[in-house]
Every structure is written in structure tokens, then in C-alpha cells.
């Protein structure tokens, strides 16, 4: 007959798992509000994802104490997983252990003591760390601050009750490990120094501590934000594959769509859902956010809490009034996400406002540090959709903008019928009209700053010359081009944008073209990840990787010595958004006499210019400008020329220059410009 011992822990047990699973099914019933997303093709990918990822904790370890300290902590408990299943087991069975290892026995009992050492180590360590020294990522007070200092002494609390535990089982003469516990034997001297009957009370003592612990450690984890420990494997795995920063394309034809974009939770899917469980709360989004460094209100970090605390308080009452979908059951007075219970609250202004929204330029910053796989950029967007399809609530300068894309197909108040005016005199032909030859013509996709922005066309004119010199055969649309459409599509404006990228697709099919090639990485990232959704595919290619193919093939050669220091200011959208880093700092390296110099934040932790998002076309009126604290980091380097591969790149860093070198010594080239003063019969820009 089982003891009371045994009884007592069936009944615990079975009691925690019950409750644990209640909780876990009730969060997991809360994603079918959610719409939905396809997420699981490509499985060998995601695997790998979740590998390296998830538990390499790649992107922890870019930040090497905190990922060292969190790889241990994450590490010591899987392995200890196996000392929390002997605990299990010895409370149905008394004396069990794994011992029917055999000869692997030993070598598990030593990797649990160090693995447990080295746990409490890292746990001493991040105590310490968040309380004398605080990362300025980390919340310094309130529950997130408590939440993190609870998890850390419990986890603290379950290893030290192991040891406990295993010193009293020696002590009692029950261990087969052999010695191999080294930490646990010098404790048992301890309980064999106390009367003999203490020995299994000791045991008891320590067990039953150790399993409490564990269990009330797991029925936490679904309150906590902690929840991460148990989500952030799967969210990993649903990540959205390929380029990360692809915008999904909204069916406006959809007769049966209450609003399009995102006003509360249900317009979410249940993967952006998912991400909220999944936020860990450690800030780093937020610390690499262009717009948070420079005072405005936007916190990535915040706007994925604040999905999840909305989820929580609205789903419930919609899982049982039978409502999954926005639309049904809602009334007019309580809002178009609202439930009649909420008061008209919704995700949308009543947990995240307008100018958090506004304020991010879509970098992709904030992704690309996330060790979890968040989505925020496409969250943001969404909201912006609703803001603007559905209540035409926008910054008002956008007004003009919008207005200059249906009537000009351009930003800025252009007349369309001047978008070729800067290849005057240069003899460059348009692909209507002009037959090709039997090599294939690629096309130039000039976009809209390198047709009419006074300092752009220059680097239109210089990327021009290079193709010319190089003996490339290609083409522009001349009118026949308009805007892309990404300043509308990251604004929000999603039904402008796509009718500008339909027509486009249109032409450019008509033409045959097979090739692309642009100096705009926002054109560049829209023309290439998003176009093909409606039926433009394209090979496309930014004018950096083009350039460095004509140098390293020998049709461009640089023989002109530019004595130079020269700093590479990294577009977030052939950067982050596209993976181009090693080409355009290969292509001015290349330039005989050039010093490259790197500014701190580079490469996949660039700082933003501060004009993607379509915030080029909006004024920045809260905190520090955020390209002047990009300026400020390239002029610490006292360089002579500041490169940039984007027009709004050179537009941003350029004004910054403006602003913080008043004797104008250092000049913003875009890469064509450096690298046509060094051939030859280069003719500058005029």
C-alpha cells in the first residue's frame, strides 16, 4: 500500500499539473481571437531557428555578459531537468534515481553540481548587477522589477534545496553516484554531524522544499512575464522567415472586412498575439530604438506588453459570448474594437497612442535585437493601417504627401512630367521607344529623390556615368516610373500604396524587365520582398553590390587616389532589412587612399537616420533630432566624407552636419560619388 508520503505527493503533483494546464490552455485559448497567419512552412528553417536561436541564444549573446549569464541560467535548468525527474520519481518510488544509467551516471551527477554551482553563480551575478548597476534597458522599479527579482531567488531557492537535498541523500548513505557530487559531498559532513534520526528528516525537509519550489516556480510562469521560459521556443519556431521586414499586403477587396489594420487585439494574429506572451521585458528593443534614444515616447517593449495586457483583459469576455472575430456583437457606442464591457477602451488609444506610433521609423532595430523573434515593426504598421485607412487620422504633414503621391506620383510636389529632366544631355535611353539590343538592358530604377532632390540627382547622374563607362547597356521608365510606393505602405496608407505598385508592376511587365537596379534602399527593399505579392518579380539589385560587381569584375577601375578618412553610415534598409553591409564598405575600400573608419553603432546595430517610416516626411518636434545623434557619432571621428547608400540617408546626415559642424569641413558622399572621383575618366557630379 502506498505511504502517506507517497499519497501526499500524488495528490500535489497531480494538483500543480492540473492547474498548470488549466492556465497554460487558457492563454493558448486566447490566440484563436487572433487572425490567421501561416506559419508553418519551411519546418527544417525554423528548426534551425529554434537552434540557434532559441537555445544558442545567438542573439542574447550579442550582448556577452547578460548572454552568458542567461545562457547559464537557461542551460543549467534543462540539464537539471533530469535532478528535478529523480526528485519526481523518488516521490512515487522512495530511493529512485537514474542509476539505471549505468557508467553515465556518475558523469550526469557531476554535470548537475556544476551546472547548479555555476546557476547560482550567474543568479548572484544578475542580482547584483540589476540592483548596484542597473542596465538603463531594465525597468529600476515597480512589478517587472519584482517579477525578475522574485524568478531570480526562486531559481536561486530550487538549486540550493537540490543541494540540500542530494548532502542529506549522501548523508543518509543513498547516493550511487559515487562520489561524483562534488559540491553536495562536503554537505553531508553537516547532517552526519547532527543526531543520526536527523539524517531523514533533513532528506524530507529538503525534498519536499525542492518540489514545492519546482512546482510553484511552473504555476507562476503563466502570471509572470517569465511565461517566456515556456513560449519563446514556439515563437521561434513561427517567426516569419526570409526578410524580416516583408509588409503583408492587406485584401482591399475584401467585401466581408469590418476595417482593415489593426484597432485592438482580435485584428492581431495569433502569431503577433504570441509575441506578446512571449516578451521577456528585457528592454532591448527599446535601447536600440532610434526614436526612444532621442526622447520620444516610442518603446517597442511597451507596445508588445501593452498587446498582451489588452489580450488578457479582452478575450476572456469574448470567448464567452462566442465572439473570435472584430465585428460581431459590437456596438456603436463602443467603439469599432471595443467590447460593451470595456468602457469603449481599445488597443488602439486606450493602451497605445498616436504619437508612439508616429514616432517609429521602421528601422528594424528593434527585431533585429529581440533574442525572442518579436515582430514589432509589423504590429506598428498595422495600427498605422487602422489609423489611416479607417479614421484618416495621420501627422498632418502626411496630408500633402499623400495627396503629392495620388496627383504627382511622387512625395514632393514635382510635376510628374520633369521626373527625367536630370538625364539632360547624358544620352540615356528610355525603355519605351528604344529597341534592345541582343544583350538584356537592365533598368534603372532612378525613385523619386534621384529624379528630383537637388543633391540626389547629382548621385543619379554619378551612378549613371559609372554604367556608362563601364559599357552597361540599361534603361530608365523616364514618366513611365512613379514612386514605389513604400512612403505610403509604411505609413499606413496601404490602399495608395498598392495602386501605385500595381501600376508599376504593370508597366515594368509590359517591358519584359527582368533586372533592376536602384540607388534607393527604399525602393530597392519594396521593388525586391514586396512586389512580387502582386505579380512583380524581379531580379533587383542596389547600386552598392552593382557598383562593387563592376570593380571586382574590372570594368570600373579606380586608379585616382582619394586620400581620405571616410565613415559608412549603414541604411537600415538594405542593411537590417536586406543584409548588405560587406558590399558597399568593399566598394569604397576600393578607392585607392581611403581610410574606412567605423562608427561604434555599424552594421546590424546601425543608427538610424531617422528618416524611414515615411518620418522623412514628417517634422520632428519631441526630444533630439534623430539624425543629429547620428551626426554626432560620425563627427566623433573626425572624418573628412560621411558615405551613405540611400537619398534619405544623405538628406538626414547632411542637414545633421548643417546643424553640428559650423565650419561645413566634412562632406556626406553617396558611394557613387566616391567612387567616380576615383576613376579616371570619371566626370564628377555636376
Known amino acids: 500500500m502506498p505511504s502517506l508520503h507517497t499519497i501526499a505527493f500524488i495528490v500535489v503533483f497531480a494538483g500543480s499539473l492540473a492547474f498548470f494546464t488549466f492556465n497554460i490552455l487558457r492563454l493558448a485559448g486566447y490566440l484563436r481571437i487572433g487572425k490567421a497567419d501561416a506559419r508553418t512552412d519551411k519546418p527544417g528553417e525554423r528548426i534551425r531557428n529554434v537552434l540557434t536561436v532559441a537555445f544558442g541564444q545567438t542573439k542574447l549573446l550579442r550582448e556577452p555578459l547578460a548572454g552568458i549569464l542567461h545562457f547559464l541560467i537557461f542551460w543549467g535548468f534543462v540539464i537539471l531537468l533530469s535532478a528535478i525527474i529523480e526528485t519526481i520519481g523518488e516521490g512515487i518510488v522512495p530511493g529512485f534515481s537514474l542509476r539505471f544509467l549505468g557508467p553515465l551516471y556518475p558523469p550526469l551527477a557531476v554535470a548537475q553540481e556544476l551546472i547548479g554551482l555555476l546557476s547560482v553563480l550567474s543568479v ?84 519536499w522544499t525542492h518540489i514545492l519550489l519546482v512546482l510553484g516556480f511552473l504555476n507562476y510562469l503563466p502570471f509572470s512575464k517569465h511565461l517566456h521560459i515556456l513560449s519563446s521556443v514556439p515563437n521561434v519556431f513561427f517567426a516569419k522567415l526570409g526578410r524580416r521586414g516583408t509588409l503583408k499586403t492587406l485584401n482591399l477587396a475584401d467585401e466581408s472586412a469590418v476595417r482593415f489594420g489593426v484597432a485592438d487585439v482580435e485584428d492581431l494574429s495569433w502569431k503577433q498575439l504570441l509575441d506578446g506572451y512571449t516578451c521577456t521585458e528585457c528592454g532591448r528593443c527599446t535601447a536600440v530604438c532610434p526614436a526612444a534614444a532621442t526622447g520620444k515616447l516610442l518603446s517597442p517593449k511597451k507596445i508588445i506588453v501593452d498587446i498582451r495586457k489588452r489580450l488578457v483583459e479582452k478575450a476572456p469576455g469574448m470567448l464567452a459570448s462566442g465572439r473570435k472575430t472584430a465585428g460581431a456583437v459590437e456596438t456603436a457606442t463602443a467603439g469599432a474594437g471595443a467590447t460593451p464591457t470595456d468602457g469603449g477602451r481599445q488597443l488602439v488609444d486606450g ?3 498616436e504619437e508612439e506610433l508616429w514616432a517609429c521609423t521602421t528601422c528594424m532595430a528593434c527585431v533585429q535585437e529581440c533574442p525572442v523573434q518579436i515582430e514589432h515593426v509589423d504590429a506598428i504598421v498595422d495600427m498605422r493601417r487602422y489609423l489611416v485607412l479607417n479614421e484618416s487620422r495621420f501627422p498632418k504633414e502626411m496630408q500633402a504627401t499623400f495627396q503629392n503621391l495620388e496627383r504627382n506620383f511622387t512625395p514632393w510636389a514635382f510635376s510628374h512630367s520633369a ?18 539590343s ?48 513604400d512612403p505610403a505602405r509604411r505609413a499606413g496608407n496601404e490602399y495608395l500604396a498598392q495602386m501605385l505598385m500595381a501600376e508599376n ?182
Open 419 to 436: 521626373r527625367a529632366d536630370w538625364a539632360e544631355g547624358m544620352n540615356i535611353p528610355r525603355m519605351a521607344g528604344t529597341p534592345p
Open 505 to 686: 508592376v504593370q508597366v515594368l511587365n509590359g517591358h519584359g524587365v527582368k533586372k533592376i537596379v536602384t540607388t534607393c534602399p527604399h525602393c530597392f527593399n519594396i521593388l525586391l520582398n514586396e512586389y512580387p505579392q502582386l505579380g512583380g518579380r524581379y531580379e533587383v539589385v542596389h547600386h552598392s553590390d552593382f557598383l562593387l560587381g563592376l570593380i571586382d569584375s574590372g570594368k570600373l577601375k579606380l586608379t585616382v587616389e582619394q586620400r581620405a578618412k571616410v565613415t559608412y553610415h549603414d541604411s537600415c534598409y538594405i542593411g537590417r532589412y536586406n543584409q548588405l553591409y560587406d558590399e558597399p564598405r568593399r566598394a569604397i575600400s576600393s578607392v585607392p587612399g581611403v581610410e574606412l573608419v567605423e562608427m561604434p553603432r555599424n552594421r546590424d546595430r546601425g543608427f538610424c537616420c531617422g528618416a524611414g517610416g515615411a518620418r522623412m516626411f514628417m517634422e520632428e518636434t519631441t526630444g533630439k533630432r534623430v539624425n543629429v545623434e547620428r551626426t554626432e557619432e560620425a563627427l566623433r571621428l573626425k572624418p573628412d566624407v560621411i558615405g551613405t547608400a540611400c537619398p534619405f540617408c544623405m538628406t538626414m546626415m547632411t542637414d545633421g552636419v548643417k546643424d553640428r559642424d559650423a565650419s561645413a569641413t566634412v562632406i556626406v558622399k553617396d558611394i557613387a560619388e566616391i567612387i567616380l572621383e576615383a576613376v579616371a575618366d570619371g566626370v564628377p557630379a555636376a
Open 124 to 207: 548572484a551575478v544578475s542580482l547584483v548587477r540589476r540592483y548596484v548597476r542597473p542596465p538603463a534597458r531594465l525597468d529600476v522599479e515597480g512589478h517587472s522589477r519584482f517579477d525578475a527579482t522574485l524568478i531570480l531567488l526562486w531559481i536561486l531557492a530550487i538549486i540550493l534545496s537540490m543541494f540540500g537535498q542530494n548532502g542529506s541523500n549522501i548523508a543518509r548513505g543513498a547516493d550511487l553516484a559515487n562520489g561524483a557530487r562534488f559540491v553536495s559531498l562536503p554537505l553531508a559532513a553537516f547532517f552526519d554531524a547532527g543526531p543520526s534520526g536527523n539524517v531523514a528528516g533533513w532528506f524530507a525537509f529538503f525534498w
Open 438 to 485: 541582343n544583350t538584356e538592358r537592365i533598368l534603372f530604377w532612378v525613385g523619386c529623390a534621384g529624379a528630383y532632390d537637388a543633391r540626389y540627382t547629382k548621385v543619379t547622374r554619378a551612378f549613371a556615368r559609372l554604367m556608362q563607362i563601364a559599357g552597361i547597356e540599361f534603361a530608365i521608365l523616364g514618366t513611365e516610373e512613379k514612386c514605389t510606393g
Open 351 to 353: 493602451y497605445i497612442t
